[in-house]
């Protein structure tokens, strides 16, 4: 029963272009949703989260929307920087977290 | 603030072997949780204490994993004994008290090798 998806394994961007990833989630009791950046060998970083009761949050280069109809969520990130080369995993929570499969993001110079 | 502390980083044992984990969440957190993410998945969570006790253990594979967090602070996971399918990155996280729903902070995470 996966409740948070990211269907989209791979996403490759030019450096400077912004990059978009993408989760859907099932389950309407969610109430807070969050992007965590993977590099290889180190644990999960949070990055921005937003309150169900919200429609975009930002901070920096990043921003999410949440679409509370369609049960979608993105992550904009602007402009992409070869830093940003990681995996990224959504979550949703209530009561625990659950997490998607992960996206994993190249920027190329 | 420190963060959350696992160890080891690193583990490689033969199946039908024993191994432990440790994690010292961020001080003050009430909220400890262990996480499996096998290689191409997402976290899956094993197990939630809150304080001392377990508030979710439903995917904890009670006959070979168990993990206690007897004074409410650090915490163990143990796997006796190990399968190859347990080769994975054990995650160990904690969230505020204040905040439990919105924010989770891992640790670096503890990659088990089973040969």
């Known amino acids: 029963d996966q409740q948070v998806k990211q269907n989209s394994p791979s996403l490759s961007v030019q450096e400077g272009r912004i990059s978009i990833l993408n989760c859907d989630y099932t389950?309407?009791?969610?109430?807070?949703f969050l992007w965590y950046k993977k590099y290889p060998a180190e644990g999960p970083t949070f990055l921005i989260s937003i309150s169900s009761i919200k429609d975009k949050n930002e901070d920096g280069r990043f921003t999410v929307f949440l679409n509370k109809s369609a049960k979608h969520l993105s992550l904009h990130i602007v402009p992409s920087q070869p830093g940003d080369s990681a995996v990224y995993f959504c979550a949703a929570s209530f009561n625990k977290f659950y997490f998607g499969s992960g996206t994993k993001l190249n920027v190329k110079p | 603030e420190a963060g959350v502390a696992q160890s080891p980083r690193y583990k490689i044992i033969e199946k039908r072997q024993s191994v432990a984990f440790w994690c010292n969440p961020i001080?003050?957190?009430?909220?400890l949780y262990w996480y499996q993410q096998i290689l191409g998945q997402g976290p899956k969570l094993l197990i939630q204490f809150q304080n001392n006790g377990v508030v979710d253990d439903s995917q904890l594979p009670k006959d070979r994993f168990s993990a206690e967090r007897l004074k409410g602070v650090d915490s163990t996971l143990k796997i006796q004994p190990a399968k190859l399918e347990d080769s994975a990155v054990y995650l160990c996280?904690?969230?505020?008290?204040?905040?439990?729903?919105?924010?989770?902070?891992f640790g670096s995470g503890t990659q088990l090798s089973v040969l």
């Open positions: 389950n309407s009791m969610f109430d807070y």
């Open positions: 001080s003050g957190h009430a909220t």
């Open positions: 996280a904690s969230s505020p008290p204040s905040r439990p729903n919105e924010k989770l902070f």
